[in-house]
């Protein structure tokens, strides 16, 4: 009995801790650099990520955990339909009804909840899956049109367990803003590591935007992201836009696809603009082959 109350209150705990860290992913204010779309890889195959088309680094394509959405119902062998730690950050709330495959893409929507009753301080609903296995290095790609509307549209990585917290943001965008549209944001969060891993017991981020000379919004993008022992690198359509030595994220994250509110990014819920929608076309991970 004592070991259930215990596990009851420590994921009381994460969940609570979930909704106050979520309110610390703050966008920077100026631009780092321009992204030189002209650099944009061509596609030749689907067998290796974008930006090493001719896989120089022996990348092997993880079948059994990459979707390409080609189904009308999402496999729940490989993804949570919503996610079960957190339930949105308000007025947003997570609704399975929001999330649905069509015409070989996985897409998010808004307010797809009909008349329920939401919980206390939500007033609108959007979507998210979460990915059942747990990565630990890698290479990991999508394809996404981003929401054309005041939601924050996302892929990132991320795990809460007692001694490790880390997230990756792949992308993590609101376009649907008008003075949003050519913002890249890039951000990597620790909130809590081991002793052996920095003794990190309060948050920290290292993030940088980047001006991106096409509205993100308006088609679609490949969001890429190789993480390594020593680095994390972030790529879009191929190209290299950022890199970080890999000091804290040792940790096996999940994968994420969701919308959602975020008050930095002013992306709040508008009644007027409820027809957003974000598409992904696939998801692919890669490992280095042995």
């Known amino acids: 009995m004592r070991k259930k109350i215990r596990n009851s209150l420590f994921i009381s705990l994460i969940t609570f801790s979930i909704a106050v860290a979520q309110d610390l992913t703050i966008p920077p204010k100026n631009y780092v650099d321009s992204i030189k779309i002209e650099n944009a890889i061509t596609r030749i195959n689907d067998l290796y990520p974008l930006s090493d ?36 950050r308000p007025p947003t709330y997570f609704h399975g009804s929001n999330v649905s495959l069509e015409n070989d893409e996985l897409v998010i929507r808004v307010n797809k909840h009909k008349k329920e009753k939401l919980p206390e301080g939500f007033t609108h609903t959007t979507g998210f899956i979460k990915s059942k296995n747990k990565f630990l290095y890698g290479y990991f790609e999508a394809e996404c049109k981003l929401m054309d ?26 376009p649907g803003l008008a003075y949003n549209r050519h913002d890249l944001n890039s951000n990597i969060h620790v909130f809590r590591a081991p002793k052996d891993k920095g003794d990190v017991k309060k948050h920290f981020s290292r993030t940088k935007k980047f001006y991106f000379p096409k509205e993100l919004q308006q088609d679609y993008h490949v969001w890429g992201l190789e993480w390594t022992e020593e680095y994390i690198r972030f790529y879009i359509d191929g190209i290299l836009f950022r890199e970080a030595r890999n000091t804290h994220w040792h940790q096996p994250l999940e994968v994420n696809f969701n919308c959602e509110s975020n008050k930095w990014f002013g992306a709040l819920p508008d009644d007027n603009r409820l027809d957003g929608e974000f598409h992904i076309k696939y998801f692919r991970a890669w490992k280095k082959a042995q």
């Open 53 to 88: 088309q001719n896989n120089t680094t022996k990348w092997e394509l993880l079948k059994q955990y990459s979707d390409e959405f080609a189904s009308d119902q999402l496999n729940e062998k490989k993804w949570y339909p919503n996610n079960p730690k957190w339930k949105g």
């Open 149 to 174: 509307a005041p939601w924050v549209s996302g892929f990132w990585m991320t795990n809460v367990s007692k001694d490790w917290w880390t997230e990756i943001d792949i992308c993590e965008n609101a």
